[in-house]
């Protein structure tokens, strides 16, 4: 039985993720903001474990963690939780910078940092769900596409620092997928949802489960995911 750690397991393909990982019989800790977000996710996942701390403060995750209790090995973090707000360069506040580069960002990296002795306890798998923005950036994208370049270095840097320690760094970069925060995007664009026309969040999360369940003789660094339709 593997022990994963998720963000963003309330909705879209961190719900998916935590539903498959659960029904073959795999440990899950899913991570929540507050306490009331604990208790939604532990109803919605019976047997789950949960763990507390918000991601927008993550100077505060440390704190939070110390006060919890942590799984003493793990398998998978996977880290799928993250926020998006549109706007042109010259309209960006820097509390949205702030907020965008602290949830999608710092905070990875701090949770990452705070669960190493485990992963590398497990010979373990670190998962980033990128997007295309981490790859190329549009106009009015920079906030989200800052944190999610950001986000790719980070992989990038944690995969040569820690392959000595067994530890696999994954990115998977999914264009348009059909959850919910897609609708709050074409919201802030202006546009029709369609939810026909995207991604489905099973096809993300399948490809997530394909590289944490590779053989331990290889390594799939960067997986990019595009609409087939």
């Keep these: 039985m593997?022990?994963?750690?998720?963000?963003?397991?309330?909705?879209?393909?961190g719900e998916v993720?935590?539903?498959r990982l659960l029904a073959r019989g795999d440990e899950l800790y899913l991570f929540a903001r507050d306490a009331g977000r604990a208790k939604?996710?532990?109803d919605r996942f019976p047997g789950a474990r949960t763990l507390v701390g918000d991601l927008a403060n993550p100077d505060r995750l440390s704190w939070a963690l110390e006060h919890q209790t942590l799984p003493e090995r793990v398998d998978s973090l996977l880290h799928v939780a993250g926020v998006v707000d549109l706007g042109g360069v010259g309209e960006l506040t820097t509390r949205t910078w702030t907020n965008t580069l602290a949830v999608n960002l710092v905070a990875p990296a701090e949770l990452t940092r705070l669960l190493l002795p485990q992963?590398?306890?497990s010979r373990g798998h670190v998962v980033f769900v990128n997007s295309g923005a981490g790859l190329n950036a549009g106009p009015n994208w920079s906030a989200y596409a800052a944190s999610k370049h950001g986000l790719k270095a980070l992989a990038d840097s944690?995969?040569?620092e820690e392959h000595a320690n067994g530890v696999r760094v994954t990115s998977v970069y999914p264009g348009r997928t059909a959850t919910a925060m897609q609708v709050k995007v074409h919201q802030q664009e202006g546009k029709e949802y369609d939810a026909a026309r995207w991604i489905e969040a099973g096809s993300v999360a399948s490809t997530v489960l394909h590289a944490i369940d590779l053989p331990r003789d290889a390594e799939i660094?960067?997986?990019?995911?595009?609409?087939?339709r």
Excluded: K
């Design 17 to 19: 993720l935590a539903e």
């Design 221 to 228: 660094n960067d997986i990019t995911v595009r609409p087939g």
């Design 2 to 13: 593997a022990t994963h750690v998720i963000t963003g397991a309330g909705s879209g393909i």
């Design 158 to 160: 944690l995969r040569a």
């Design 119 to 121: 992963l590398r306890a």
């Design 40 to 42: 939604e996710l532990a």
